[in-house]
C-alpha cells in the first residue's frame, strides 16, 4: 500500500488482483473464468441452487492514488487511500475507496478468506455501497451457474425476448 | 407465546386490522399489490389448484418465442426459478412449496398460493394508513408505489410495454404474468378507518416517496428490500405506539 500511495508501483499492476478479491468475495470460487471482469451476485439466496451473477468488463475500472490534500500548498502530506473507479456506459463514473483496511481484506479475500459476519457489517460496507451503485442500471444479463466452474447465460434481447445459451467453463 | 382463540376476539379493525403473528415481508407486499391494482380491494383467484415450479417450468418450455433455449437446459431453468424468481416455502428442504413469485413486479400476486402466501392483515393495514396520510401525501405515495411496481405494463390499458427497460427476472415474471387475466377484484365492501395515530401515516408515506427518489439509482431489487425494511419498521413503530 505504501509503495502504491508513494508511487514506486503503478497502480494498474495491482487492479487485476483487486477484482479477483472482489470475485472471491462474491462466492466465485474459480474467478479466472471470468476473465478478469469484475462479477456481482445478484442475490444471496439461502438453500438455493444456482447462484446468478451480473458482470461488468475490466477496462472499464482504473485504480487511482487518491490525495485528499493535494490542495494544501504548505503542509506536509501524503495519499491516504486508493480509489477503484468504474466509468459507466453512459460516462457516469463511481469510485470505492479503498483505505488500508479496505486493502488489508482484499488481499486477505486473495488468501482464501471469507469475511465474518461483523466484518460484513463494517468496512465491506462501502462494498455494499458501491456494488449497489454498480448495480443500478437495469440489467440485460445475468451469468447462471450451478457449480461455480460451468456457466449459462440468460439475456433479454430487444422486444423482451429472454435467450438461455450454455457458455461452458469460460466467459 | 401462542394466542389463543379468546385473545384473537380483541382484533378491531378500527383501532389495528393486523393479526398478531409472525410476518413475512416478501409475503405482504405480494398482497399489497393487489391493493395497489384495485385501489385498496385484495384480488380475488379464480384459480382452485396450487401453483408449482413445474408449472412455472412448463410455461417457460411452451413458449419458445418468449423464452428461447431453455429447452435445451430445464434443469438449469428449474433451479433458476427456484432460486431467483420464486418466494419458496421450506426452500432447500424437504417438500418445498411456493409460496408466490419474488415481489420484483405488481402482478406476480396473480400467481400467489393463497394458503402459504398469507399476510395476516398487514398489507390492508400498509395501504390504509398511506391512503389516509394527510396533505394529499396518501395518494401521492400510493400512486408512486403503483408506478414503481408495475413498470412496463400500462396502467391504462393493461398491456405489456417492450420498450421500457427492466431486468432479466422482472422481464421472465412479466412475461408470465402477461397471459394470466383471471384476476378480479374481491366483490366485498371495503374496510377502511382512518389510522388512531395520523402523525404515523404522515411519516410513512413521507417516508415512501422520499426513498422512492432513489429508484433509477439502486438495483430493483436492492429497492424492494429497503421498501420491504420500511414498511415493517413503520408497522411495528405504529403499534408500539398504540399498545
Known sequence: ?171 | MRLSKRDKEFRLPKISYLDFKQLEMDRVLTALFARLKHDGVPSRLRRTVEVTSDAFVAEFLEHPEWFDGFDRHPDVLRSWIETHLMDMVNRGKAKPAIAAPRPLHGYTYRFRNPKRSRDYGASQQVYETLYHARQSQGYKSIEQLKRFFFPGIDLNTDKYDASVEIDVETQALLRLSDQVKSDAPDPGPRESFPPVCFGAADLMADDVIRLLVYQSFIPRSVMVDYLKILLSFHLALYHLRLF
Open chain 1, 1 to 171: 500500500m505504501l509503495e502504491l500511495t508513494s508511487g514506486k508501483v503503478d497502480p494498474a499492476t495491482v487492479l487485476p488482483g483487486m477484482l479477483r478479491a472482489i470475485n472471491l468475495g462474491e462466492g466465485l470460487t474459480h474467478p479466472e473464468l471470468v476473465r478478469g471482469r469484475l462479477s456481482l451476485q445478484v442475490r444471496e439466496a439461502p438453500g438455493g441452487t444456482i447462484r446468478s451473477y451480473r458482470t461488468f468488463p475490466g477496462d472499464r475500472f482504473k485504480l487511482v492514488v487518491q490525495d485528499e490534500a493535494q490542495r494544501a500548498r504548505f503542509v506536509e502530506h501524503m495519499p491516504t487511500k486508493l480509489g477503484l473507479r468504474y466509468r459507466g456506459e453512459n460516462d457516469t463514473e463511481t469510485t470505492l475507496d479503498v483505505n488500508l483496511d479496505v486493502f488489508e481484506m482484499f488481499d486477505r479475500l486473495n488468501h482464501g478468506y471469507r469475511p465474518t459476519g461483523e466484518e460484513l457489517q463494517g468496512y465491506y460496507l462501502s462494498l455494499a455501497i458501491f456494488k449497489n451503485i454498480l448495480g443500478s442500471a437495469p440489467y440485460q444479463e445475468v451469468l447462471l451457474t450451478p457449480s461455480g466452474h460451468d456457466f449459462f447465460r440468460v439475456r433479454r434481447q430487444d422486444g423482451g425476448t429472454l435467450k438461455l445459451e450454455h457458455v461452458g467453463a469460460e466467459v
